[in-house]
């Protein structure tokens, strides 16, 4: 029978299973029969066991190999969805952290700012200007969100300078170190004033009209005075770094560091002062009252000319 078997593999399964049904029906026959041929029971379900097996076998492995692609399809399909739903997430999660950065960087420009909170507008940097003398810088706003000729600019807590041309879209900021710039200051410990000057050195000004017999010493902090009523007063612009003194001479030489550092600065911060938007309003209305006050007099004017008497004639 083997080399039945051996000689015909194609043939070799259905004889298997012709032989397990065979084998099956001679067991329930026995077992038909009683108890009294229990060895020989026992004997024919051990030989029937590895031929039920191997039947077995092909089934089993295509249900074990069906069940495996199935659970790796499946497997891949939500490894797909998770990615994707990673990937949204992880943008969400940059924007969020983008805005949460700003916010923070807001709530410290706002911190230091207790006089302009109610308006106020928060200015990229774009761009530097390469001229060694000239310092200027390019922010992303402009007449468009109402950005005016003058208008002063802060970095942090500190003075940056203030808007000196402008664009729909865009402004230059004249920074305070410009050889063109200057700004009346005074000293936080002393009170006395100076007048700060820029060197067109990055970070670095030159504090002007100290006399020789002035209290000043490296360290002192100078802020804005408010006088000129441009930059608004008590707001940090620069820290004595030298003295220098001539006998004879009747002032002192004092050059001073910015307190905002130039070279790190990203995000300025445009401010609008109250005092300032009233003097506009007010401005507007005398213009205003000295035209009507033209209109009524030439209206004066024609009436006394209409109502003169023509002279008679003789």
């Known amino acids: 029978m083997n080399d039945i078997i051996d000689n015909n593999p194609q043939s070799s399964l259905p004889f298997k299973f012709m ?33 039920k097996y191997a039947v077995d ?14 659970d790796h399809k ?3 399909t939500e490894n797909r969805q998770l990615r994707t739903t990673l990937n949204i997430y992880a943008a969400r999660n940059q924007k969020y952290h983008s805005i949460a950065s700003e916010n923070r960087r807001l709530r410290e420009q706002l911190n230091a700012i207790s006089a ?45 300078g203030q808007i000196d041309s402008i664009a729909p879209n865009s402004a230059e900021i004249m920074q305070i170190t410009d050889t063109d710039h200057a700004i009346h200051v005074r000293n936080e410990r002393t009170k006395s004033s100076a007048l700060a000057v820029g060197t067109g050195k990055t970070n670095l000004l030159e504090l002007k009209n100290i006399e020789a017999n002035v ?55 445009a401010i609008w ?24 007099k030439i209206k004066k004017k024609q009436k006394t000319v209409n109502t003169k008497p023509l002279p008679k004639k003789h």
Do not use: W
């Open 19 to 51: 032989l397990m049904v065979a084998v099956s029906a001679v067991i329930m026959a026995v077992d038909y029969r009683g108890t009294a041929l229990q060895p020989v029971r026992t004997a024919l379900t051990m030989f029937a066991y590895p031929l």
């Open 57 to 70: 076998v092909p089934f089993s492995t295509y249900r074990y190999l069906s069940d495996y692609f199935t």
């Open 74 to 76: 499946k497997m891949a």
């Open 116 to 160: 302009v909170k109610e308006h106020f507008l928060l200015a990229e940097i774009l761009s530097v200007s390469g001229n060694t003398f000239r310092r200027r810088v390019t922010i992303d706003r402009g007449a468009n969100e109402n950005i005016y000729s003058g208008q002063v600019v802060i970095a942090g807590k500190n003075i940056y």
């Open 215 to 269: 209290d000043i010493k490296e360290g002192d902090i100078y802020v804005s005075s408010g006088l000129g009523q441009l930059y608004p007063a008590d707001y940090p612009v620069a820290v004595v770094s030298s003295i220098a003194y001539n006998s004879g001479d009747s002032f002192m030489k004092v050059m001073a560091r910015t307190l905002t550092d130039f070279t790190t600065t990203h995000e300025v911060l």
């Open 273 to 296: 002062q109250p005092k300032k938007e009233a003097i506009t309003k007010d401005i507007e209305p005398q213009s205003q009252l000295k035209k009507n006050k033209q209109k009524e």
